[in-house]
């Protein structure tokens, strides 16, 4: 799926918002995306408000059968939809470079919850 983006145009700008917004305003901001392209009677991602909606993500582009796969790939509990915990899960899994970073974002998230010290982070995921 992340190729299929590549090829459709998409550019990826979770990395540069991880940058600008930290881990807690990426996650906030991947919340207020999820309020968009929600069913709101449902309050759930569903291939119709997904289809309706993809051109707020840059993916008009995207044929039927390739929102069909993001949402079977994103959707952990089977119900047919996205839950806002599966919506933001997928997105990181669609940026790889994200994904890369996904570590420090943890690590950051901690510190800033929690106070760990750094020493705390001498494993690798």
């Not at 997904?50 to 051109?55: F, R, T, Y």
């Not at 119900?79 to 970073?101: K, Y």
């Amino acid at each position: 799926m992340a190729a299929k983006l590549e090829q459709s145009g998409f550019e990826d700008y979770l990395p540069l918002m991880a940058d600008k917004l930290g881990g807690d305003g990426l996650i906030g901001e991947l919340c207020n995306g999820f309020q968009l392209l929600m069913d709101s009677d449902k309050g759930v991602i569903t291939f119709d408000s997904l289809k309706k909606n993809s051109a707020l993500l840059g993916l008009q582009e995207l044929s039927d059968e390739d929102l069909c796969s993001m949402m079977k790939e994103g959707d952990f509990d089977g119900d047919g939809a996205l839950n806002q915990m599966e919506f933001c899960v997928l997105m990181f899994r669609l940026s790889p470079d994200l994904m890369g970073q996904s570590q420090f974002l943890l690590e950051e998230a901690l510190l800033q919850d929690h106070g760990f010290q750094d020493s705390f982070f001498n494993f690798s995921l």
